[in-house]
């Protein structure tokens, strides 16, 4: 078997580094392919670093556009890649753009597609990420899920073949940084005390590419930060930058007492600031993992999650994105408490898959 791991942004390249490098210790033949879906070095490059990664055997470098646009592109450049290097099976990760194009292009191929964090579920077509997640599940071959209930997912939509529940890989990653810096360095960098502040992000673009939700979005976040009970720290992602720019909203953002972090953190800061903070708030899927994995609250800016789990255990709560909503994030909630369950507690994941692989195709 030659396989390629196709990933284009930074989660996938987070979620993907411990696999990739097993992968490659089991024979250099086996490539790393990076679409170029993410191409700020701030979310992308930075992680080979973080992993100690290789640089990427093939770079698409398909950058920003459309999601049909992004999409076509990726599946024209994998296709011609599968032709020309004797790809036997393609592993994916995820929901992303890069995801579905790659999928599409082994799927008709007649390539196996390994599909790695199938079955999560937000049950709300409007976001783009779960079409991709529908469509990526229903072509692939081998499906890794996270937990029972995306293998539940699956099975409710008939997929019950080559599926197999080995935890989330993303606990690999945070196992992997955990120990390469100083927590205090980190918060002395920024001024903050543990426990004294929020760890804010915000980027999808359910919130950013609207201007009413983003507005309340940031007076929130600046009524938060007036109030001097604790700091609020805002990782700005560089399209959420821009677009706040574009809607004339960052004047807003710079007049409040929010700390922005620009560029937003590595993951390694990012992982040591979840890990002190009073409570996590966004929109991202992975920040609710990781906040869930590191024993902090989140709050998520969305009215759906693919991440039920972390609602169930009790680390995660939906808030929608009134101003009044965030500004009451903390009256209502008692954050002292955290002391549940983690539903991501499968140790070595990216081995397992390697050892099904393996048992598989061998």
Not at 170 to 196: A, F, M, Q, R, W
Not at 312 to 340: F, H, M, P, T
Request: overall charge neutral; aromatic content about 6%; proline content about 4%.
């Amino acid at each position: 078997m030659r396989y390629a791991v196709i990933v284009g942004t930074r989660p996938e390249i987070i979620k993907m580094a411990t696999l990739i490098k097993r992968l490659k210790q089991l024979s250099s033949s086996h490539l790393f392919i990076h679409s170029g879906q993410h191409y700020d070095y701030h979310l992308d490059g930075i992680m080979l670093k973080t992993f100690q990664l290789p640089n990427p055997d093939y770079n698409f470098k398909v950058g920003s556009g459309s999601h049909s646009f992004v999409t076509s592109e990726i599946m024209k450049k994998t296709e011609s890649l599968i032709l020309k290097e004797g790809i036997t099976a393609i592993v994916v990760h995820g929901d992303t753009n890069t995801t579905l194009g790659a999928c599409l292009a082994a799927a008709k191929l007649n390539i196996p597609v390994i599909h790695v964090e199938a079955g999560l579920r937000s049950y709300d077509k409007t976001m783009p990420e779960e079409l991709n997640r529908i469509v990526v599940d229903h072509l692939s071959d081998i499906l890794f899920a996270p937990n029972e209930e995306a293998k539940a997912n699956l099975k409710k939509e008939g997929i019950i073949d080559s599926v197999y529940v080995v935890g989330q890989t993303l606990v690999d990653s945070i196992l992997e940084v955990s120990t390469k810096i100083d927590t205090d360095n980190i918060l002395n960098k920024y001024g903050i005390e543990p426990k004294k502040y929020l760890f804010v992000t915000c980027h999808r673009q359910e919130n950013t590419n609207s201007k009413s939700k983003l507005s309340s979005i940031i007076n929130g976040l600046k009524e938060l930060s007036s109030r001097n009970q604790y700091k609020v720290l805002f990782s700005l992602h560089p399209r959420t930058k821009e677009i706040l720019k574009k809607m004339n909203l960052y004047s807003l953002l710079l007049e409040s007492n929010v700390v922005i972090l620009d560029p937003p953190v590595n993951f390694i800061e990012s992982i040591h600031l979840q890990k002190e903070a009073l409570a996590v708030l966004t929109d991202s899927g992975g920040l609710q993992e990781e906040a869930c994995i590191l024993k902090t609250p989140c709050f998520t800016l969305r009215d759906s999650t693919e991440r039920p789990e972390t609602v169930k255990c009790g680390a995660n709560r939906l808030i929608n994105v009134e101003k009044e909503s965030i500004v009451r994030v903390l009256d209502s909630y008692d954050i002292s408490q955290r002391n549940w369950i983690n539903p991501y507690n499968m140790k070595n994941p990216s081995d397992k898959i390697l050892e099904i692989l393996v048992g598989i195709f061998n």
